[in-house]
Structure formats: structure tokens, C-alpha cells
């Protein structure tokens, strides 16, 4: 096997194994809630502590990445940490005990990402792309795998020999040890990075426009992912239902993640930006109405939530031309973080009303991302702006 195979079977792999290890502890939320017997708010913070913490955590690894000579140990790191974690989750025995796991899986998630991103780019020099939406469907079939696959697992092993389930991650790690590319020098990246302030930028309102824009879209994905493994708990039906609607749901994100890309380089960025706002809105209504158990629904409204992924960080990067891993960070990490802490609100909400009720006030969320979405730059006034300034700059 060449060594670019060799690095792209481990970078793709991690990030299969961490959001497959992720994946697993949603559905098994309810499990523990009744194991324990702790509140549905309870239990919603705990389901959000994963987009929380990966999310806004995910920024400082970034920076860190940025400057550590031997930054491929997070990627190795990450893979052992995440197996590790759920292999003790046999010992979680109380709420905290359990809030720990979650935060620590949390935690891989947000070593893995930034140094994964930056590893696979060294792979190739003329076809990033291409190499970059290997590495975000492996993340995406991690999802769908673990989502489906956890309480067939369960099932099966039982709590108490979870212990098994770590073996990949351990073997995956030992050979990312040998795989992963040469890291490149931080004293000569940050030589050829751009510099500057991010306000400088003309076109920086248009990106905190933008960074509301995917707060929002992480927010309603976040709400109605997290609280629907608790939702089918309190309708009685099997634990195995909400898996099986969650791993349908990041099937479809993974394939609407390269649909929305590739429509946006000929369609513009905002436009991919209304056609997936628009479409979760009505989606999540339809959604609602039909009792929140419909699994026609709910895997459209994954579709139009997740369409926007990759295009906004491209988009941001249009808007933003330095600084390029905080401006990831800002979309990949930073909103979705956000957008999990929401869930905690929403959860205390549902526990002294309903899930649905909660699910309605995402409707109206959903209705402010679509106004939003029309405040976007246009292709044409981006370009207007970028061209203006440097023509008063000389003048």
C-alpha cells in the first residue's frame, strides 16, 4: 500500500472510528435514563454535552495544531480516548459518572478534527476536494454505522462487555502511528498563513451574518437529533426506532453534504443557503404535524439541514480570506457548539411541557434562518465588494 493510502485509510478511518463511537451515545440516552433515573432535561444536557463541547472546543485544538511540531499525537490521541471512554461505560454508574464519558468522547471529537482536516490537505496539492470529501464521508458513514448499529450491539454484548467494542479503536491507533503524513513545520506554515485582522476583511459583516446563519441550522438539527431518541422513549416504542432514524438521517446528510457543495459552485453559496433553509422549515413543520414519528420527514429535514455543510466553510472562506482555521472552526465548531447548548434550554422546556412543544419553538427558529438566509451576500455583491476596496486603497 502507497503511503498517500496509507494516510488516507488512517485520517478517513479516525474520523469513521470517533463520530462511529460518537454516534452510539445518543440512543443509548434513554437506556441510562431509566438505569438511573434522572429528568428529561437531564437527559437532553447530557445528549448536547457531545455538539457542546466538541464544538466549542474544537477552536483551540485548532490553534493548538497550529503550533505543535508533532500535532499528529492528537489525531492518535483521539482515537484511543474515544475507545477507551466507551469502554468504561459499564462503570457509569451515576449521573456525573456518565456526563464525564460523554464530555470525554466529546473531547476526541475535538482533537480529531482540526489535525485530521490538516493532514488530509497534505495528501494532495491538485485535488483537495477530493481528498477533503473522503474525509468528510468517512465521518458521515461513522454516524449512520454507529447510529444503526448501538442497540443491535447492546443487544448483544451487553453493558458489561462493552470493553470489545475499543478493540478497533486501539488497533486504528497504532497504525495511524506509522500512517499519518509528516507533519509540516509550524515555523514555515505560519510563515506563508495570512496575516491581518479578520475585521480588516470587507466582506466580514456578511460572515457573521453567515456564522448566524449555521448557529441557527445547528441549532434546529441539534434540537430534533438530540431530543428524538427521548421523544420515542416517552411514545413506548423500542430503543432500536430512534437509532434507525438517526442513521437514516446522516445517511442522507452525507449524501445532501456533497449535493449542496456541488450546487453551490454553480449556483452561489447563498442560494444553496435559501433552497436549505426554506427546505428544513417546511420539512420540520410537516414533520410536526405528523406526530414526529414520521420517517419520511425526518430524514428530509436531515437533507436540507446538512446541505449547507461544506458550502459555508467554503463560503466563509470567500468572506474571510485570512485566519482560514479560526473561520472553520467558526463554522465546523463554534456554531454547532452553540447550537448543542440551545438543547439544554430546550430540554428543561420539554420537561415542563413536551418534546413536541419543544419541537415548535424550532419552528420558529427555522422561520428566522430563512429571513436570515435572504440577508446573505450575493455572488455579484461580494464580488462588487472585494473589487471596490483595493480601488479606493489606491486611490
Not at 450491539?153 to 470493553?163: I, K, N, Q, S
Not at 459583516?205 to 428524538?228: H, P
Not at 446522516?250 to 456541488?262: I, K, Q, T
Request: net charge positive.
Amino acid at each position: 500500500m502507497s503511503r498517500i493510502r496509507k494516510a488516507l485509510l488512517a485520517i478517513s478511518g479516525g474520523h469513521f472510528l470517533v463520530e462511529g463511537y460518537a454516534a452510539f451515545l445518543p440512543p443509548l440516552v434513554p437506556i441510562f435514563r431509566t438505569r438511573l433515573g434522572f429528568s428529561l432535561g437531564a437527559a437532553a444536557a447530557l445528549a448536547a454535552s457531545l455538539p457542546i463541547v466538541s464544538g466549542l472546543v474544537q477552536t483551540i485544538f485548532g490553534l493548538v495544531s497550529d503550533r505543535m511540531r508533532h500535532a499528529n499525537a492528537l489525531v492518535v490521541t483521539s482515537s484511543i480516548l474515544a475507545a477507551v471512554s466507551l469502554a468504561l461505560l459499564p462503570f457509569a454508574r451515576s449521573f456525573g459518572w456518565l456526563l464525564l464519558i460523554f464530555t470525554t468522547i466529546a473531547l476526541s471529537l475535538a482533537m480529531f478534527h482540526p489535525q485530521g482536516a490538516i493532514g488530509m490537505s497534505q495528501l494532495s496539492s491538485t485535488n483537495k476536494g477530493r481528498f477533503m470529501s473522503v474525509f468528510n464521508f468517512g465521518g458521515s458513514m461513522g454516524s449512520f454505522v454507529g447510529s444503526l448499529a448501538i442497540i443491535p450491539l447492546f443487544g448483544l454484548l451487553h453493558l458489561e462487555r462493552f470493553w470489545i467494542l475499543a478493540i478497533p479503536g486501539i488497533a486504528l491507533a497504532l497504525f495511524q502511528v506509522f500512517a499519518l503524513p509528516r507533519q509540516e513545520d509550524p515555523t514555515i506554515a505560519a510563515q506563508v498563513s495570512n496575516g491581518g485582522r479578520m475585521t480588516d476583511s470587507p466582506a466580514f459583516k456578511g460572515y457573521l451574518m453567515l456564522v448566524a446563519n449555521s448557529t441557527l441550522n445547528a441549532m434546529i438539527y441539534n434540537g430534533v437529533t438530540i431530543l428524538l431518541p427521548l421523544l420515542f422513549q416517552g411514545l413506548g416504542f423500542q430503543a432500536g426506532k430512534a437509532g434507525i432514524y438517526l442513521a437514516v438521517g446522516s445517511l442522507v446528510g452525507a449524501v445532501a453534504n456533497v449535493v449542496g457543495a456541488e450546487l453551490s459552485d454553480h449556483i452561489g453559496r447563498r442560494t444553496i443557503n435559501l433552497i436549505g433553509a426554506t427546505g428544513m422549515a417546511v420539512t420540520l413543520l410537516m414533520f410536526v404535524l405528523t406526530g414526529s414519528t414520521s420517517i419520511i420527514w425526518f430524514p428530509a429535514m436531515c437533507f436540507f439541514s446538512c446541505m449547507t455543510l461544506s458550502s459555508n466553510i467554503v463560503f466563509a472562506h470567500e468572506l474571510v480570506t485570512n485566519h482560514r482555521g479560526l473561520v472553520s472552526a467558526s463554522i465546523m465548531g463554534f456554531s454547532w457548539g452553540i447550537g448543542g447548548s440551545v438543547v439544554i434550554i430546550l430540554g428543561q422546556w420539554a420537561q415542563h411541557t413536551s418534546i413536541t412543544s419543544a419541537y415548535h419553538l424550532l419552528l420558529g427558529v427555522a422561520a428566522v434562518l430563512v429571513v436570515l438566509a435572504f440577508l446573505l451576500p450575493t455572488r455579484h455583491a461580494l464580488r462588487a465588494v472585494l473589487e471596490h476596496i483595493p480601488a479606493q486603497e489606491q486611490a
